[in-house]
């Protein structure tokens, strides 16, 4: 299937390495060129050559934090130079601080005011400088990865369930304001899908990866390509009338109806 987006611009946030990265070489593969977005300048500077090496497509890599709003009007003031546009915005955010806890030792404020910019006000302000460039283009696509935890909150999860719901209510919100201008907004809900920091140093043991297996009606950790999949099916022009909704990646985790 051709979905319609060769050519276009593409931003994905945290895209030095891990599902940020494998976001940035699908949409890559598909023919769109990409705008990398994360604090490792150099990291960011390898993966852009390593996208257009591969898939013959522009990429820029233009590092910053998303906490910091004038990294990300330096974002923005960059894509408009250089692409004069952009069509698909990706919001990957980082992970809550480790190690992760119950939610009755979830006591200390630090650690909720870090998750708190590091996963939903940085997704937040992303979003509010991209949607006007696409809203003035009249097309967009804007899509923020959560979790399924969302849905059904996992044990030790808090900092992440908590933050991510209210990317979810955000981007609901934004989806019902900026739908008639060409954009849509969704969010893409993962859990125990297969990432490099799972498969390295600190690998799942065993008997850990057998109990999260036993989580999905599958059987089976999903893939990354899986996960990617679907966040390019709703970057397409195929998906232009969803919006407002989130698809869960869970391996049929969550037991409930919608």
């Known amino acids: ?91 990957n955010s980082g992970r809550p601080p480790a190690p992760l806890r ?3 030792n979830e006591t200390d404020e630090a650690r909720w005011l870090e998750s708190f910019n590091t996963q939903l006000w940085s997704t937040i302000q992303v979003a509010q400088r991209v949607h006007p460039v696409m809203e003035k283009a009249g097309w967009g696509r804007i899509i923020a990865i959560t979790s ?33 201008s060409g954009v849509t907004v969704n969010c893409v809900a993962p859990a125990l899908i297969e990432t490099p920091h799972r498969t390295g140093a600190v690998a799942y043991t065993p008997e850990q990866a057998e109990a999260r297996k036993k989580m999905t009606v599958l059987g089976r950790m999903g893939y990354q390509e899986e996960l990617c999949a679907v966040v390019a099916f709703l970057a397409s022009v195929q998906a232009g009338f969803v919006t407002g909704s989130t698809v869960r990646v869970d391996g049929g985790m969550v037991g409930s109806l919608f």
Do not use: C, W
Request: charged share 20%.
């Open 148 to 180: 399924a935890s969302v849905a059904q909150p996992m044990p030790h999860h808090a900092l992440s369930t908590v933050f991510r719901a209210g990317v979810t209510a955000y981007m609901k919100h934004l989806a019902n304001e900026v739908g008639t």
């Open 102 to 104: 119950s939610t009755v």
């Open 1 to 91: 299937m051709d979905l319609g987006i060769r050519g276009k611009v593409a931003l994905v946030t945290a895209s030095s390495g891990g599902m940020g990265k494998n976001i940035a070489s699908t949409l890559a593969a598909e023919g769109a060129n990409i705008v990398l977005f994360a604090r490792s300048q150099d990291k960011l500077q390898s993966v852009a050559d390593e996208i257009e090496q591969h898939y013959g497509v522009r990429a820029l890599a233009v590092p910053g934090d998303m906490k910091e709003a004038v990294d990300i009007d330096r974002l923005v003031s960059n894509i408009e130079k250089e692409f004069d546009s952009l069509d698909i915005a990706v919001l």
